[in-house]
Nanobody
Framework: QVQVVESGGGLVQAGGSLRLSCAASGRSFSSYGMGWFRQAPGKEREFVAAISWGGGTTYYADSVKGRFAISRDNAKNAVYLQMNSLKPEDTAVYYC?????????????????WGQGTRVTVSS
């Protein structure tokens, strides 16, 4: 069992930056693929970024490519999402998720464990 807890959300002006953190419990954290998803009000949850167990493979949604960066520190059981050049359309609740397959994947249903989310609000 893995427990996932996000932090780092908040209110930021357009053009600003935030760094989200995801702390995961469990001895097998380094074997899990990790992802970030987001859900805006009235919309479905969507993929943002993913990273493989060793960090060698990353994927990004087209909407965040070049602005967001996902990374992980297996020694700290942590995953990060650095968000730069934020836009009002990035406003959402951001979720961290873990998959037992060790892969970086964009597919929501491939993830086995989810956090409760952290809210990001970008003002114009």
């Amino acid at each position: 069992q893995v427990q996932v807890v996000e932090s780092g959300g908040g209110l930021v002006q357009a053009g600003g930056s935030l760094r989200l953190s995801c702390a995961a419990s469990g001895r097998s954290f380094s074997s899990y693929g990790m992802g970030w998803f987001r859900q805006a009000p009235g919309k479905e949850r969507e993929f943002v970024a993913a990273i493989s167990w060793g960090g060698g493979t990353t994927y990004y949604a087209d909407s965040v490519k070049g602005r967001f960066a996902i990374s992980r520190d297996n020694a700290k059981n942590a995953v990060y999402l650095q968000m730069n050049s934020l836009k009002p359309e990035d406003t959402a609740v951001y979720y961290c998720a873990a998959n037992r397959d060790s892969i970086a994947t964009k597919t929501l249903n491939s993830y086995d464990y989810w956090g409760q989310g952290t809210r990001v609000t970008v003002s114009s």
